[in-house]
């Protein structure tokens, strides 16, 4: 049975160091990937509070909507489109410090200001991304690119 999330103090890094803990101890031994994904969407939410965050699927060419917490999102995203689409092209994170100035940003929530979307990587092809938005602008560094990429490295 999974046990209350114990919410991490400290800086960042140590906080991400103790949440990495403990969302690689809930998935241990459940390989359901709907699961995993709503559990660690709820950890994520939990710790840092952020506005939205949440997993798009890629299902014959497009991203349909996963386990998410926040405000009702926008359910298909293109190949290339959006920030996004971009990471599932690309095949590497993409962080956006302020969404007005990224081309072609889908806007699913007028609030959301700045983004980290990572994508999810099994035998070598995207299955998946983990996208994070922020209700204020330049909220992501490496600090959050290196840890959101070893939390979604724990979604086989
Ligand atoms: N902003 C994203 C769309 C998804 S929502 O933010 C949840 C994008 O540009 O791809």
Redesign the pocket.
Known sequence: MAEDLKIATGTKEEQYALLYKQIEALLQGEDDRIANMANTAAALKEQFNFW?V?FYLVKQEQLVLGPFQGPV??TR?GYG?????AAWERKETVIVPD?EQ?PG?????SL?QS?I?VPIFHNQECIAIL?V?SEHLDHFDEIDKQYLERICALIK
């Open positions: 939205w949440g999102a926008c995203i489109k959006g920030v996004c689409g969404v990224f940003h889908i806007a699913c929530s959301s983004e979307v996208d938005d």
